[in-house]
């Protein structure tokens, strides 16, 4: 089946711990996403990548890194510096022509 | 930026009720998107709009593309408990030239169903 997959879908960390969440798509997508989501807010978008090797930061990119060394993943960091890392994280994927986004299930990230 | 604005931030219905959610914005959007998000999972499409006036359907979901391009509208037919979960618009701009397939979210619409 194709889709985009995340994991793990719980990670608890401790302060000051860098800590990645992975994506993967098999949908042959050149675009991926990635997402942040508090309670009772929408969507806001932290990296996104066009093409591999190549990414950009998104509205609030700060104390997060990426990567796109291939077709099918684009893991996301989580970096010490970010002040408030507990969130639901989503990543998404796009094809090339299209404006649709298609979802993973999320990874919910709690750091204590 | 852009934003969108999306009402009602949340709902309680009866079961067989219908609903209507509308998303609007100061700029205008070539493509209005719809997405369910069940409790602790990703989103879902459900409904893709990319002409003006546009009315399209899936279901007991009906979404439509507004003439001005400013807004867009999502009602769902004899609600049942399973349309519990947050409904999202997203549009999609080609202001500003290359944009990257990036998406504008709404704040989301909190849908509660009472069997």
């Known amino acids: 089946d194709g889709g985009i997959t995340q994991s793990p879908k719980y990670l608890f960390r401790k302060e000051g711990q860098n800590v990645t969440l992975s994506c993967e798509q098999n949908?042959?997508?050149?675009?991926m996403y990635w997402y942040r989501q508090d309670p009772g807010q929408g969507l806001r978008l932290i990296y996104y990548?066009?093409?591999?090797?190549?990414?950009q930061k998104g509205d609030i990119a700060e104390g997060y890194s990426v990567s796109r060394e291939k077709k099918e993943s684009f893991p996301l960091t989580v970096t010490s510096a970010q002040k408030n890392p507990t969130a639901f994280y989503l990543c998404?994927?796009?094809?090339?022509?299209?404006?649709?986004?298609?979802f993973g299930p999320g990874t919910r990230l709690t750091v204590t | 930026g852009q934003q969108l604005n999306q009402s009602p931030q949340s709902m309680f219905i009866q079961e067989g009720e219908d609903v209507s959610m509308n998303c609007t914005s100061s700029?205008?959007?070539?493509?209005w998107l719809w997405y369910k998000q069940d409790p602790g999972e990703g989103p879902v499409l459900l409904i893709a709009?990319?002409?003006?006036?546009e009315l399209t359907s899936n279901g007991r979901l009906t979404a439509q593309f507004g003439i001005t391009r400013k807004d867009s509208f999502l009602n769902i037919s004899a609600s049942i408990p399973s349309d519990v979960g947050i409904y999202f618009c997203?549009?999609?701009?080609?202001?500003?030239?290359?944009?990257?397939?990036?998406?504008?979210f709404g704040q989301g619409t909190i849908l509660t169903v009472h069997p």
């Open positions: 700029s205008i959007f070539n493509t």
């Open positions: 709009l990319y002409k003006a006036g």
């Open positions: 949908l042959n997508h050149d675009a």
């Open positions: 998404a994927s796009r094809r090339q022509g299209g404006y649709e986004q298609y």
């Open positions: 997203a549009g999609h701009s080609n202001a500003g030239g290359t944009s990257y397939g990036k998406l504008t």
């Open positions: 990548s066009q093409i591999v090797n190549d990414f």
